[in-house]
């Protein structure tokens, strides 16, 4: 199996920055894309950013020029930094991985889901 764990959010002011983390850890052969959702109440999830390998990055228009994404493929970790926050920005952030990971010796392709940090902009 695979874990995908979150971490970094919390409440902050509009204006005000926050940093997500996101380490995936488990039977992983490799990672393709990493990236980030996000989902507010009563909403669809909503592609935020991805980064395939170690330098194509897509950022979702709402977000360019105030979020940037970064990603260490030696720790399996992806970054969020998130700058001139909203409160339209307010929802759960959640990171995936897809890849390939092993089970008693087989390979399957994968695509997991953190459990989602919350993210709180106040006006």
């Known amino acids: 199996q695979v874990q995908l764990v979150e971490s970094g959010g919390g409440l902050v002011q509009a204006g005000g920055s926050l940093r997500l983390s996101c380490a995936a850890s488990?039977?992983?052969?490799?990672?393709?894309?990493m990236g980030w959702s996000r989902q507010n109440r009563g909403k669809q999830r909503e592609v935020v950013a991805t980064?395939?390998?170690?330098?194509?990055?897509n950022l979702a228009d709402p977000v360019k020029g105030r979020f940037t994404v970064a990603r260490d493929v030696t720790k399996n970790t992806v970054y969020l930094s998130m700058n001139s926050l909203k409160p339209e920005d307010t929802a759960v952030y959640y990171c995936n991985a897809a890849g390939i990971t092993t089970i008693s010796g087989h390979y399957y392709g994968m695509n997991f889901w953190g459990k989602g940090t919350l993210v709180t902009v106040s006006s």
């Open positions: 488990g039977n992983i052969v490799g990672i393709n894309v």
């Open positions: 980064m395939t390998g170690e330098s194509d990055r």
